[in-house]
C-alpha cells in the first residue's frame, strides 16, 4: 500500500491550499481515509475523514474551514483547506484505515503546509 499526499506549499494567513492523496496497492475494504496533522512539539491530531459510507469528521479547529473529499473509484482523497491560519502550520499525513483483520493503519509521508501571518 503507498499513500502519495501532495499540495503543501506555504501560504499567507487567510490564503487557501488544497491537499491530494493517491492510494495504490488497495486490495481490500477502506473503513475510512482521513487527514491528520502534527506540529513540530505536538501530538498528531486528526484533521478530518471521511467513512467508506461517505460520512465525515472533522476536528473541532477545522469545522467551517477544511473541507474533505473522497473518490473511490480512484481511491483518491483530497482536503479543501481555506481561511489558513499560522496555527494550521504541520506536516499533513494521509491514512487509510483497513476494514477487515488485521484493521491497520496505513500513513503517507506527509506534506508540509506553512502558513506565515
Known amino acids: 500500500v503507498q499513500l502519495q499526499a501532495s499540495g503543501g506549499g506555504l501560504v499567507q494567513a487567510g490564503g487557501s491550499l488544497s491537499l491530494s492523496c493517491a492510494a495504490s496497492?488497495?486490495?481490500?475494504?477502506?473503513?475510512?481515509m482521513g487527514w491528520y496533522r502534527q506540529a513540530p512539539g505536538k501530538l498528531r491530531e486528526l484533521v478530518a475523514l471521511?467513512?467508506?459510507?461517505?460520512?465525515?469528521n472533522y476536528g473541532d479547529s477545522m469545522k467551517g474551514r477544511f473541507t474533505i473529499s473522497r473518490d473511490n473509484a480512484k481511491n483518491a482523497l483530497y482536503l479543501q483547506m481555506s481561511s489558513l491560519k499560522p496555527e494550521d502550520t504541520a506536516v499533513y499525513y494521509c491514512?487509510?484505515?483497513?476494514?477487515?483483520?488485521?484493521?491497520?493503519?496505513?500513513w503517507g509521508q506527509g506534506t508540509l503546509v506553512t502558513v506565515s501571518s
Open positions: 471521511v467513512t467508506s459510507g461517505g460520512l465525515t
Open positions: 496497492g488497495i486490495a481490500f475494504s477502506i473503513n475510512s
Open positions: 491514512n487509510i484505515k483497513r476494514a477487515s483483520w488485521p484493521y491497520t493503519d496505513y
